[in-house]
Every structure is written in C-alpha cells, then in structure tokens.
C-alpha cells in the first residue's frame, strides 16, 4: 500500500486522504457469489488499488478471478493479456517450487482473469492480496494491472501467485468484478484511488 495510507485504513472510513491516497469503497462479502465496483472509477485517480482480506469460498478448490466492462459496455469480456508466477510450499514441509503458471495466463482472452488458484473452503484457508489498476479511464492506452495472492490452497499448500497483464481496450474501464469460479464466498475487498 503506497505510504501514507496506512492511516487511512486504520480509520476506514471511505472518502479519507491521506496524502494523494483516499478510500473510496469497502465491500463486506457474505455469501455473495460476486463483488463488483461500479461507481468511482473515473479519470479522477491514476491508480486504483483493490485489497483482499480473508476471502473463504464456500466451494473447494475454487479460483478467484475479475474481469471488466468498458464505458456503457456489459458483459464483462474485455481482451486480457497476461502471464503470471507462482511460489508454493506443502504445510507438511513437502515439496516447494517456483514456476510459471501458463494455466492461468490469457493472450487477448475474454475470460476471467486469475488472480489466485484453487482457494480451500477449510476454516483456515482463504486467500487475501491486492491488485492495481493504472490509468482506467483512460481513452488512449490500455489498462496495465498487477497483483500479488497469498493463499492456503486445497491441497494443504501456501502459495505466493503473482500476476501481471494489461486489458486491451482503448475504452475507458469503470466497471471491475470479482468472483470465484464456483459458489460464493465471504471476505472484504477494499478500494482506494491514488492521484
């Protein structure tokens, strides 16, 4: 989170600045199948920052995942490029890697993008991160994004899953949902807007 707001989460109150950083909205997930922002995305803030906190699905082994809607579009299915990189360790102190998770990349999909893989639905597992948005409103270039996933997997493993991309539309974007592949979840999703 970039410096300065940390205040600003403490209090939590949507509409605080801290510097150029200002809360815009908090969204609280309670068995709701997606989370979507579609107010106060605009050419006021060059940066948008979505931060997860403890999303449990209530389906096993389930991704979670946005997509987008261009300006007065619907549908979410704008093109997508991306790739992506992941970290893992076993809780039985089994096997660990690093690899390249060329599942979970899109060259100009429509489909979901990931953002973390295969969420436990345990008491104990859920996955919490964040991801920026640069430049959304704009009408000129396309959308860069990245974001960095920690999670307890199904499979009784963390996971570090960092992903990057950019959404190849000229439009401007104003509309970001979030869902899991399966069922619904619970947790909270925070948004700020950086100047």
């Known amino acids: 989170m970039p410096l300065?707001?940390?205040?600003?989460?403490i209090m939590g109150v949507a509409g605080v600045s801290t510097a150029d950083?200002?809360?815009l909205s908090t969204q609280t997930a309670d068995s709701d199948s997606a989370v979507t922002f579609?107010?106060?995305?605009?050419?006021?803030?060059?940066e948008y920052i979505f931060k997860f906190y403890n999303l449990n699905p209530e389906t096993d082994s389930?991704?979670?995942?946005?997509?987008?809607?261009?300006?007065?579009e619907s549908g979410y299915?704008?093109?997508?490029?991306?790739?992506?990189?992941?970290?893992?360790?076993?809780?039985?102190?089994?096997n660990a890697d690093l690899d390249n998770d060329t599942g979970a990349d899109q060259a100009n999909g429509t489909g979901d993008q990931q953002l973390a893989e295969n969420t436990g639905n345990g008491a104990d597992e859920s996955c919490s991160g964040e991801m920026h948005l640069f430049n959304p409103a704009s009408t000129t270039y396309a959308k860069h994004w990245y974001s960095r996933f920690n999670a307890l997997q199904d499979e009784d493993r963390c996971y570090a899953h960092m992903m990057s991309g950019y959404i190849n539309?000229?439009?401007?974007?104003?509309d970001v949902k979030f869902?899991?592949?399966?069922?619904?979840?619970?947790?909270k999703i925070k948004m700020w807007g950086v100047k």
């Open 169 to 174: 539309t000229t439009t401007a974007i104003d």
């Open 62 to 72: 389930t991704v979670f995942s946005f997509q987008c809607n261009g300006a007065s």
């Open 4 to 9: 300065g707001a940390n205040k600003a989460a």
């Open 77 to 94: 299915n704008e093109n997508i490029n991306s790739t992506s990189i992941r970290f893992y360790q076993f809780e039985n102190d089994g």
């Open 179 to 187: 869902k899991f592949s399966s069922g619904d979840f619970e947790g």
């Open 38 to 46: 579609s107010s106060g995305i605009t050419s006021t803030y060059g």
């Open 21 to 23: 950083v200002v809360l």
